[in-house]
């Protein structure tokens, strides 16, 4: 029985909405807009996976990643994804402003002025997440930090000061609001755009999905891994060129993969757990050498006393 997170992609995506509510719109918005913005948040996941299938058409795919040994191109061509018709800006400017603000990177407020003290004595005037001026200060923590010394410092390193020197700020206060603020939108930034890989690797099935996945992670500084876990088809001629592609792009040869997990169904909820190690043994023969250069390169470093065997975990029932 397989038990903690669940491995199912959409069961990930799901993870996702409820955090997203709980962390970004319950408390922001009123009970009808609350409602609806979690269907909005899974509808432009849904959208830029769908653009992405429509810059990367399954035949794309396998020409960058082949999907076969008849295919005479085993490596992401750099050129076409800088040069591709649908390009992440074309992409931007047919957003509404609100979805073009789900892409990018946060930024700190302009324009911030954070009093702090009973009487509001202490004000600090902080421009792009830089504190430029300070005044009250000195006085307000008994002369353990000055005005100046926290000028020009960012408010992360000024947050940090504040706990070395042990000096307490109100739990409420626009200091470490806007602090928080930036961490929360940072990570659901990020955590949409794995979701869009989820997506991307569930719409385009066992073998075009996870191609398509390493090229959106490659793009938009994702975790390569992930395509990789999901991307194990015993039954695809071109295992092994994905392996190849994975590792030019740093990938790890510890990493355990999800063996079979396109054959999840409920007659059968089992996945293999299957080292990388393992499967190049497995797929390696010396005929395909010259498709697979990385994999040459790595196969006389693999002990094969030391690399485990395929386990198998069962999902439980409720994870698909």
């Not at 409602?35 to 653009?51: D, G, S, T, V």
């Not at 954070?114 to 430029?132: A, E, P, S, W």
């Not at 409420?172 to 755009?193: A, T």
Request: hydrophobic letters at 35%; a positive charge; proline letters at 3%.
């Amino acid at each position: 029985m397989f038990y903690g997170k669940s491995i199912m992609l959409n069961d990930k995506v799901d993870e996702f909405i409820k955090w997203y509510y709980q962390n970004m719109v319950k408390k922001y918005y009123t009970y009808i807009d609350g409602y609806y913005q979690p269907l909005k948040m899974r509808n432009f996941i849904e959208k830029m996976a769908i653009w992405y299938e429509l810059k990367y058409p399954d035949y794309k795919v396998c020409k960058l990643i082949p999907c076969s040994i008849a295919d005479n191109k085993s490596e992401i061509d750099d050129i076409y994804l800088k040069n591709s018709f649908y390009d992440i800006e074309t992409f931007k400017n047919l957003l509404s402003s609100d979805e073009l603000s789900l892409l990018e990177t946060p930024r700190y407020y302009k324009d911030l002025l954070v009093y702090v003290g009973k009487n509001n004595d202490v004000k600090l005037y902080i421009n792009d997440g830089i504190i430029k001026r300070s005044t009250g200060f000195s006085l307000y923590t008994n002369g353990k930090l000055r005005d100046d010394d926290i000028e020009n410092y960012h408010i992360r390193d000024v947050k940090k000061l504040l706990k070395s020197k042990k000096v307490k700020l109100p739990v409420n206060n626009e200091l470490f609001d806007e602090i928080d603020r930036i961490r929360k939108v940072s990570q659901q930034r990020l955590k949409m755009l794995n979701c869009v890989m989820y997506r991307i690797i569930e719409r385009g099935g066992p073998r075009i999905g996870p191609r398509r996945a390493l090229l959106f992670a490659k793009e938009f500084n994702r975790s390569i891994d992930i395509p990789m876990k999901y991307g194990v088809d015993y039954s695809d001629p071109g295992l092994g060129r994905l392996i190849n592609s994975y590792l030019n792009l740093g990938g790890s040869l510890d990493l355990l993969c999800y063996g079979g997990y396109f054959n999840i169904t409920d007659k059968c909820n089992y996945v293999d757990i299957v080292s990388l190690k393992k499967l190049i043994l497995m797929l390696y023969n010396e005929t395909d050498a010259q498709y697979m250069p990385k994999i040459k390169e790595v196969i006389s470093e693999i002990n094969e006393n030391k690399v485990p065997n395929i386990k198998k975990i069962k999902l439980s029932k409720n994870k698909h």
